[in-house]
Nanobody, 121 residues
Framework: QVQLVESGGGLVQAGGSLRLSCAAS????????MGWFRQAPGKEREFVST????????DYADSVKGRFAISRDNAKNTVYLQMSSLKPEDTAVYYC??????????????WGQGTQVTVSS
């Protein structure tokens, strides 16, 4: 089991940027793919991005492609989500998750508590 703690959320104006971080416990961080998901009020949790254990493979939802960038530092047991050109529709609670490389919620076994991102127009 992996414990995950997200940070970096907040309030930002449309067009602005934020960087989310997710710190993981344990010594086997590099074995896990790491994903970012988000859930807006009244909506289901949706895939945002994922990165393989070695960092060589990444995937993005179409809605964030070209604006968000995922990265990881296995020496620091941390995964990042750099978000740029933010839009009001990016407003959601963002979750990081550890599991296998994929876009489905079921691909991930361990989840963080979430961090709120609010984009004002």
């Amino acid at each position: 089991q992996v414990q995950l703690v997200e940070s970096g959320g907040g309030l930002v104006q449309a067009g602005g940027s934020l960087r989310l971080s997710c710190a993981a416990s344990g010594r086997t961080f590099s074995r896990y793919a790491m994903g970012w998901f988000r859930q807006a009020p009244g909506k289901e949790r949706e895939f945002v991005s994922t990165i393989s254990g070695n960092g060589l493979s990444t995937d993005y939802a179409d809605s964030v492609k070209g604006r968000f960038a995922i990265s990881r530092d296995n020496a620091k047991n941390t995964v990042y989500l750099q978000m740029s050109s933010l839009k009001p529709e990016d407003t959601a609670v963002y979750y990081c998750a550890a599991g296998v490389y994929g876009r489905a919620n079921r691909d991930y076994d361990d989840w963080g508590q979430g961090t709120q991102v609010t984009v004002s127009s």
